[in-house]
């Protein structure tokens, strides 16, 4: 039996690294480069990711925390409805440092929900089954390890009741507007009449306030960027020599995009997955979007993917929304 649990471990670290060095391949080998932000998030990746929200400059996790504080009831008002048993869905669960606020008051009303949150990390499903259900007496909780879409199919199919997904932390943001709008379209077509969505989006603001939270001064969002190249050497046996690349935080505040690169500080060669990939001196490698949108623009998303924006809340400061999207 612990051979087999063994055998399946190193089966699925093996394909893990297969799909890691394929796509991380196919992002240098294009024009121009790219890494994908998913792959951020390894352990360390985490822990910096943590630090990045304790930052003075990070403000979009505090905008969503006073909302889900401040705004508890009216949050779980929107998500009871008219009553009937619902499950409540967390896409990206993290930490779910902000859900917890509404499962709490959700409990306390004595809601008839169960919380299912959807990681792609079977590390921070395990850390949520452990503890939500000590510091939430009384939580029904289901964890789902896996594909935001593949989980959610297999939701539908464990259980016709009504569903209230969140997403939140501006992750939509970490993707383009047409690949964001797509998905938009997707989560419309895994959801039924009297489903809702819960979308936590950063909104546009002072150009300056959105580049110093992707530059912050204790250079906690630089080590992020940096962390994708350690984690490339230490798991694909590649040699990037982190003193030769540069973070570059951008804002546009025509388009909203936040984007950052890492710039090649010299002509240099790495080599990893038995390839080679040269770079010029002040190449760039295009690492993460983060997408700001106005109001207008996320009722706008939300009405072409056959959603219908019914509420939103803010943060004292405007600077984010969570909205509500009925089917
Ligand atoms: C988790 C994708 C919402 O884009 O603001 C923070 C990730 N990257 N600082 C964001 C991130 C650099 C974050 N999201």
């Not at 890691?20 to 121009?32: E, M, Q």
């Not at 077509?189 to 306030?209: C, E, I, R």
């Not at 090649?264 to 490698?285: H, P």
């Not at 623009?297 to 999207?325: C, E, L, R």
Request: one cysteine or more; hydrophobic letters at 40%; aromatic letters at 12%.
């Amino acid at each position: 039996f612990e051979n087999n649990v063994l055998t399946d471990t190193s089966v699925a670290e093996q394909e893990f690294n297969q799909q890691f060095c394929d796509d991380v391949i196919a992002g240098l080998k294009a024009v121009p480069k790219f890494l994908q932000p998913k792959y951020f998030y390894n352990s360390t990746g985490d822990e910096i990711f943590q630090q990045i929200m304790g930052s003075n400059e990070y403000y979009p996790t505090d905008c969503e925390l006073e909302i889900f504080t401040q705004q508890t009831q009216e949050l779980a008002k929107a998500m009871i409805a008219d009553g009937s048993p619902f499950d409540l869905i967390e896409l990206g669960a993290g930490d779910a440092m902000k859900s917890t606020h509404l499962l709490r008051h959700l409990l306390n009303e004595s809601a008839d929900f169960r919380y299912v949150p959807i990681d792609i990390s079977g590390h921070v499903i395990n850390y949520l089954k452990e503890t939500l259900p000590v510091t939430l007496p009384g939580l029904q909780l289901i964890g789902l390890t896996g594909e935001y879409f593949h989980m959610l199919k297999e939701a539908a199919e464990l259980s016709p009741r009504r569903k209230v997904v969140l997403f939140l932390g501006s992750n939509i943001g970490n993707m383009p507007v047409s690949d964001a709008q797509q998905f938009c379209i997707e989560l419309r077509n895994h959801l039924a009449k009297g489903d809702s969505v819960l979308m936590g989006v950063d909104l546009k603001k002072n150009p300056k306030t959105i580049l110093a939270a992707y530059n912050d001064a204790e250079g906690h969002t630089r080590n992020f960027n940096l962390n994708l190249l350690t984690r490339i050497n230490s798991e694909l046996g590649a040699n990037f020599d982190l003193s030769k690349f540069e973070h570059y935080p951008t804002y546009d505040p025509e388009t909203g995009a936040c984007k950052s690169y890492l710039i090649s500080l010299a002509d240099q060669q790495v080599s990893l997955c038995n390839q080679t990939v040269t770079f010029a001196k002040d190449e760039y490698i295009y690492m993460e979007i983060s997408q700001k949108y106005t109001v207008g623009q996320t009722d706008y998303m939300a009405s072409v993917s056959g959603f219908k924006p019914v509420q939103h809340f803010f943060d004292s400061k405007n600077w984010f929304v969570d909205a509500i999207w009925t089917v």
